[in-house]
């Protein structure tokens, strides 16, 4: 895969995750809060639904792109790392900013939906970019990320009772 090519891919991963995010944020209620679309869109506005809509679109895209990265061993490793750094990067930022300025206006929050989305794909962009490819498991990332897709769905019905999974307008936890 040429390098300039791999900066369309992200820059279309990018484009995908970021429509496909806003539409999962309110797809639940504009389809009458039916069961089967809950575990993979947005059914409050807890930072752990506001994850899953960085989630669903990049792993989906992920496997898309991962046709046309065949001869990248280290494709799904690297996809690994950027969805993780992508969602770790929510929380992050949203309760940081929420500690220092104590609230967070919608427009901060969507902001750091898209501020995760680009630090995901500029990180695995210079990661695909790179000429050597390092050594990992391909089956295991998949394996991961199959974990964090699952927990996604279990914890949309059953959601544990800790604050990223509690809906700050409601005070509410899951559906």
């Known amino acids: 895969m040429k390098k300039r090519s791999i900066g369309l891919w992200q820059l279309m991963g ?26 993979f869109s947005g059914v409050n506005e807890s ?14 895209f992920a496997i898309l792109q991962s046709f046309f990265f065949y001869d990248r061993r280290d494709f799904w490793c690297i996809k690994l790392r950027g969805i993780i750094l ?21 427009w901060i929050n969507i902001a750091i939906f898209f501020i995760s989305l ?8 210079r ?6 490819v390092r050594n ?12 964090i ?5 279990v914890f949309t019905f059953f959601t544990p009772q800790i604050n990223i999974f509690k809906d700050p307008l409601t005070l509410t936890y899951g559906i």
């Open 14 to 39: 990018f484009a995908v995750a970021s429509f496909g995010g806003t539409i999962l944020h309110f797809l639940y209620d504009w389809l009458g809060k039916v069961v089967w679309i809950a575990p």
């Open 47 to 60: 930072t752990w639904e506001h994850m899953k809509l960085l989630f669903w679109p990049t792993f989906l």
């Open 86 to 106: 992508g969602l770790i990067m929510i929380p992050i930022i949203f309760y940081t900013y929420n500690g220092v300025i104590g609230h967070s206006p919608d």
């Open 118 to 125: 680009i630090i995901s794909y500029a990180y695995e962009m």
């Open 127 to 132: 990661e695909l970019k790179k000429e050597t």
């Open 136 to 147: 990992c498991s391909p089956k295991l990332a998949l394996i991961i990320l199959s974990i």
């Open 149 to 153: 897709a699952v927990l996604f769905v």
